[in-house]
């Protein structure tokens, strides 16, 4: 590692530690609340199987376990002390970028890894999350480091390490379980042969099994680490506007001619069965109105190509600075997409892989909720794309330059 990589790592690990200790501080969000939304729910859930050795699951069968046995660890060790888990997740954050420093390097030389990594410590996702206890922070590291694991990996340890990081990714966001076999088929196509996609299907399988096995034998049905159908209908219903409506376990719905509470709609008697209804519900809903869904995936893809969400505040200058930060955003996409493009002159089997974990996001994002947050776990790829856009403009000019002297 050269000199300038040393020093940048240093100033990178200042920044990140230094932002985690601070983050209730700088966060807007966090200095009014510094515990809110699903941090509360995962800090509880922590906090309780750190004290009393209970999991006991808060928002149905929704989360999934990793990061919430990580936060228990932390706080077995130090006691309740959320601010100790953001310097957990700053590790963590430090490690995602290990990742990306590795990729670009590996894929684009010293120069693009440098760039990725001062791009990635910068990201404005990447360092927020960091303050906050969810799931992302997690799903990071193991994300990169399972794109890397599967293309530079060789031989049968790189595929049981790839299926171990995948498996972890699923326990960590139950909705990338499906991307482990589309890594599969994807390494069936790299290797042209079957010996490597079984190996990591059986170490991500050996990973999840266990989870899998104790949640469904405590609720007496096969639970793929988490239900998706309370999900879809959070998401999908008349009140949605993209993302999760908070109140709407208050709201009444109107399906199939009838109106009443959405509580007396999920009236079954446990998790699972009331996670089949919501299921049956969202997909009434769907069918009943099918233009309103067409109009809400709209919304959907426009709150996840806004920097910090559709707002619209009273202030005309906060107005236009929230303009101005989506079209950074998009500029950043944009630059993003093209270096990802040009990559594929010389790797375009990794650009193959990067593209379908980037489609199976959207596709998420498609069915639940738009947003920065869904998207976090493709923004390191898209860091990626960008760093290399930028070094192939800065060589061009240089050697433009040279030539004209």
């Given amino acids: 590692m050269s000199r300038v990589s040393l020093w940048l790592w240093l100033a990178v690990v200042v920044v990140r530690v230094g932002y985690a200790l601070l983050a209730t501080q700088v966060d807007p969000m966090l200095r009014a609340d510094a515990l809110h939304g699903d941090a509360v729910v995962h800090d509880r859930m922590a906090w309780r199987l750190a004290h009393t050795g209970e999991y006991r699951l808060e928002k149905g069968l929704m989360t999934a376990p990793a ?3 990580a936060m228990a660890g932390v706080y077995a060790l130090v006691g309740h002390m959320p601010a100790a888990v953001r310097v957990l997740n700053a590790l963590l954050g430090l490690l995602t970028l290990w990742g990306l420093w590795r990729l670009a390097q590996r894929l684009a030389g010293v120069r693009t890894a440098n760039l990725a990594l001062a791009l990635g410590a910068c990201h404005p996702h990447l360092l927020m999350i960091t303050g906050w206890l969810y799931t992302e922070n997690l799903a990071l590291p193991l994300t990169v480091w399972a794109l890397y694991g599967l293309y530079f990996g060789r031989g049968a340890g790189a595929a049981v390490g790839s299926g171990m990081l995948l498996g972890l990714l699923a326990l960590t966001r139950a909705n990338y379980l499906p991307f482990v076999l589309l890594a ?7 290797e042209r042969a079957w010996r490597t996609p079984a190996l990591m299907l059986a170490a991500a399988a050996l990973t999840v099994a266990p989870y899998i096995a104790s949640i469904s034998a405590r609720y007496d049905a096969f639970i793929p680490i988490g239900l998706g159908g309370y999900v879809l209908l959070w998401a999908n219903n008349p009140f949605a506007d993209g993302g999760f409506d ?3 376990l208050e709201r009444e719905l109107t399906l199939g001619g009838e109106t009443k509470p959405v509580r007396a709609w999920l009236d079954a008697p446990d998790p699972v069965s009331r996670d089949r209804q919501a299921m049956r519900l969202a997909l ?5 109105n099918p233009w309103d869904w067409l109009r809400l995936l709209l919304r959907k893809v426009a709150l996840t190509l806004s920097a910090f969400g559709l707002q619209n505040p009273d202030s005309r200058a906060l107005a236009h600075a929230l303009r101005a930060a989506d079209a950074v955003y998009w500029a950043f996409l944009v630059v993003a997409s093209y270096g990802l493009g040009r990559l594929r ?8 892989l990067a593209g379908l974990l980037i489609g199976w996001t959207l596709l998420t994002i498609l069915l639940y909720a738009g947003g920065s947050r869904p998207l976090l776990p493709v923004q390191p790829i898209l860091t990626l794309g960008a760093a290399i856009t930028l070094t192939t403009r800065t060589q061009r000019e ?4 040279s030539r004209i002297v």
């Fill in 67 to 69: 990061y919430i046995y």
């Fill in 184 to 190: 599969a088929l994807w390494a069936r196509g790299y």
């Fill in 246 to 248: 908070p109140m709407f």
């Fill in 284 to 288: 009434q809903w769907v069918r009943e």
């Fill in 345 to 352: 002159r010389t790797h375009a089997p990794f650009v193959g």
């Fill in 398 to 401: 240089s050697l433009t330059e």
